[in-house]
């Protein structure tokens, strides 16, 4: 039993800690749907990040719709949250095309995308996974896996919380006003 109560104590500690975690998020360079260089800075306001792309048949603009009503509610609330999808298979989401897509699911939607090794490195700092895996017999027919994650960050990009695919729309909308109100300046 006392095995039993250790692994309990030290599962509570790794929960209690997720939250504050400084291994996830940091900068990132990448070009907008408007061909525009930002950073995790110039976004102007704090943002969710979900990484996925564009040509996903129904996990992606599931959660993207999702992401979508989650800002209008907080900005009813008066509290501003852009929503961003980044890419995670540029060479099929040009800037162009991101530019018709998010904006189908509202007009403050950012899409961002950037080089592959722009992709790698913002997936390897908010540790998203992904993989191509081909559909097809030609090279260009493929899908991507990928971890579908919801990450929250500041107004100066900093890494706040993220948030489960599985997780309800107002307790991620609740989550999201504790977060911003407890980090710092």
């Not at 704090?46 to 048949?57: D, N, Q, R, S, V």
């Not at 719709?65 to 900005?75: D, E, G, P």
């Not at 989401?93 to 403050?108: G, H, M, R």
Request: with cysteine; aromatic share 10%.
């Amino acid at each position: 039993m006392k095995w039993f109560t250790a692994l309990l104590l030290a599962s509570l500690a790794a929960t209690s800690t997720a939250a504050t975690r400084s291994d996830v998020g940091g900068p990132f360079q990448l070009t907008d749907q408007n061909g525009q260089r930002v950073n995790e800075r110039s976004l102007g306001e704090p943002a969710l990040l979900y990484f996925g792309f564009m040509t996903c048949p129904a996990i992606c603009p599931t959660d993207l719709a999702k992401m979508a009503r989650i800002s209008r509610q907080l900005k009813q609330q008066g509290i501003a949250v852009r929503p961003v999808f980044v890419t995670i298979d540029p060479e099929r989401d040009t800037p162009k095309k991101l530019k018709e897509y998010v904006n189908y699911f509202a007009s403050d939607f950012v899409g961002l995308t950037g080089s592959p090794q722009d992709i790698v490195r913002i997936t390897d700092a908010y540790h998203v996974y992904y993989k191509k895996v081909p559909s097809g017999d030609r090279p260009d027919q493929y899908m991507m896996d990928h971890s579908t994650i919801l990450f929250l960050i500041d107004s100066q990009g900093r890494y706040l919380k993220h948030f489960g695919r599985g997780m309800d729309e107002k307790e991620i909308e609740k989550q999201v006003v504790t977060a911003l109100s407890d980090a710092p300046a």
